[in-house]
C-alpha cells in the first residue's frame, strides 16, 4: 500500500518551453502533497506544500509564478516549470502524506538544454 | 531550531557489521521521526519511524534508538549487507501542515 507515483520519471526540453509534472497517490487519498528539489549528493530541498482544492504554500526563495502547482483532486498533484532555464534542470520529487507519513514518488530528472 | 543535524556524512562498513547513523535536534515540538533509504536517482523510501514516547523502535534489522532528553536519535543496522549501500535521510515533522525538516543525509556502502 501508500504507493505514489510520478510521471514522466525523466524529460529533456529546450530552454523557454514548459514541463508538468503529475504526481499520483495511487491507493490512498492525500489531502497534503509536497514538491521537493534534489541536487546531486544533497539533501532534499521543500518547495511547496499543496492542499487538495486551495492555493499551495511556497517555501521562501521559490518562485510562485514558475514553480506551479495545482492540487486538483485527492490523489493528483501537478507541477508545471514554467518557461524553463538550464539552471532548473534537477530532480524533482512529490510526496504524498499518509497520516503522519509522506510516502514518495519515484521523481523526475528535469534537463533542460 | 528547525534543523536536524545527520552524521556521519559519509559511512564504510563491513559486510555482516552494524551501521550506526546519528542525528541531533533542537525543536522540541517535533513529535514523529522517519528514516528514509534513498538508491540513487530514485525517490526516498520510509524505513522505519519513531514517536518521541517511545525510547527503541525495531522492524528486521533496522533499530531507532530515540533518546528525547538528549534530543538525539539513531539508525542502527544489524546484519549490514550489500544491498544496504544507499542514503540514509533522518527527518523530524513539524507541526500540523505535516512539513519535515530533512538531515543532511549519510551515504552508506558495504563492503563484501
Known amino acids: 500500500g501508500a504507493v505514489v507515483s510520478q510521471h514522466p520519471s525523466r524529460v529533456i526540453c529546450k530552454s523557454g518551453t514548459s514541463v508538468k509534472i503529475e504526481c499520483r497517490s495511487l491507493d490512498f487519498q492525500a489531502t497534503t502533497m509536497f514538491w521537493y528539489r534534489q541536487f546531486p549528493k544533497q539533501s532534499l530541498m521543500l518547495m511547496a506544500t499543496s492542499n487538495e482544492g486551495s492555493k499551495a504554500t511556497y517555501e521562501q526563495g521559490v518562485e510562485k509564478d514558475k514553480f506551479l502547482i495545482n492540487h486538483a483532486s485527492l490523489t493528483l498533484s501537478t507541477l508545471t516549470v514554467t518557461s524553463a532555464h538550464p539552471e532548473d534542470s534537477s530532480f524533482y520529487i512529490c510526496?504524498?502524506?499518509?497520516?503522519?507519513?509522506?510516502?514518495f514518488g519515484p521523481g523526475t530528472r528535469l534537463t533542460v538544454l | 531550531q528547525q534543523q536536524v543535524k545527520q552524521s556521519p556524512q559519509s559511512l564504510i562498513v563491513q559486510k555482516g557489521g552494524i551501521s550506526i547513523i546519528n542525528c541531533a535536534y533542537e525543536n522540541t515540538a517535533f513529535d514523529y521521526f522517519p528514516w528514509y533509504q534513498q538508491f540513487p536517482g530514485k525517490g526516498p523510501a520510509l524505513l522505519i519511524a519513531?514517536?518521541?514516547d517511545v525510547s527503541e523502535k525495531k522492524e528486521g534489522r533496522f533499530t531507532i534508538s530515540f533518546n528525547k532528553s538528549a534530543k538525539q536519535f539513531s539508525l542502527h543496522i544489524m546484519d549490514s549487507q550489500p544491498g544496504d549501500s544507499a542514503t540514509y535521510f533522518c527527518a523530524a515533522k513539524r507541526g500540523s501542515n505535516y512539513q519535515l525538516i530533512w538531515g543532511a543525509g549519510t551515504k552508506l556502502i558495504i563492503k563484501p
Open positions: 510526496s504524498a502524506r499518509g497520516g503522519s507519513t509522506q510516502y
Open positions: 519513531i514517536r518521541p
